[in-house]
């Protein structure tokens, strides 16, 4: 069984600011994947960044950045500069030997001007 | 490639009428995922082909619920007789199984029985 945890339902971030969006995750499998998806108001989920759990390096795409922390069981996203269009819900996402991506309730972000 | 294509993108429906929804994934990926979203909720998993397999069902997936995917192409997902709680955003996603990531989602369609 995989779980996630997202404990900030809702965070504020002045633009140009870097915000830390918090996941920590509970699985079994000894491989697995971590995700990152916005969702904006229109609905649909868009793809930020991807973290292999034998990746030896933290992934990063452009603004986004995922501080994987193994033993302590986070992912955690930091997005540098907020904009005004990352206002959005994001959610953290588990994948293990079954493919199947379990997500967690996610965190609302506004980025104020 | 246009990525995931749902469709409708809205339905209303009177509770105790069918619905059936579409799906067409990317072209190339052979996994296609059926997913329920509901209010402040992050999408809850429902079910998993692989090809025109049925790999997986969660217990979310009542008997009122069929899914299927007939030539591992597009999918179509079902709910009879529905009800007022089915009502939510339904998210299909497709991956290949090339890669270890990459899921893509559509855009969805979003439910309201009445």
């Known amino acids: 069984a995989q779980k996630i945890t997202q404990t900030q339902p809702g965070m504020f971030v002045q633009e140009k600011e870097a915000v830390t969006l918090d996941c920590t995750y509970d699985?079994?499998?000894?491989?697995?994947?971590l995700f990152w998806y916005k969702q904006p108001s229109s609905g649909e989920m868009i793809f930020l960044i991807y973290?292999?759990?034998?990746?030896?390096q933290n992934a990063t795409e452009g603004r986004y950045s995922l501080n994987f922390q193994k033993a302590r069981k986070s992912a955690n996203l930091v997005i540098s500069a907020s904009q005004l269009g990352d206002s959005a819900m994001y959610f953290c996402?588990?994948?293990?030997?079954?493919?199947?991506?379990?997500f967690g309730r996610g965190t609302s972000l506004i980025v104020h001007p | 490639d246009t990525g995931v294509s749902q469709d409708p993108r809205h339905k209303i429906t009177k509770r105790g009428q069918n619905v059936t929804f579409r799906c067409d994934p990317i072209?190339?990926?052979?996994?296609l995922y059926w997913y329920r979203q509901t209010l402040g909720q992050g999408p809850e998993f429902l079910t998993y082909?692989?090809?025109?397999?049925?790999?997986?069902k969660s217990r979310l997936l009542s008997d009122r619920f069929s899914a299927e995917r007939p030539k591992g192409s597009f999918s179509t997902l079902e709910i009879q007789r529905t009800e007022q709680g089915d009502s939510a955003m339904y998210l299909c996603?497709?991956?290949?199984?090339?890669?270890?990531?990459?899921?893509?989602f559509g855009s969805g369609t979003r439910l309201t029985v009445v």
């Open positions: 996603a497709s991956s290949s199984d090339r890669k270890d990531y990459g899921y893509t």
């Open positions: 699985t079994s499998d000894p491989s697995y994947g």
């Open positions: 082909f692989q090809n025109e397999a049925q790999l997986e």
């Open positions: 996402a588990i994948t293990g030997g079954s493919y199947i991506p379990t």
């Open positions: 072209s190339e990926h052979n996994r």
């Open positions: 973290q292999g759990s034998y990746d030896q």
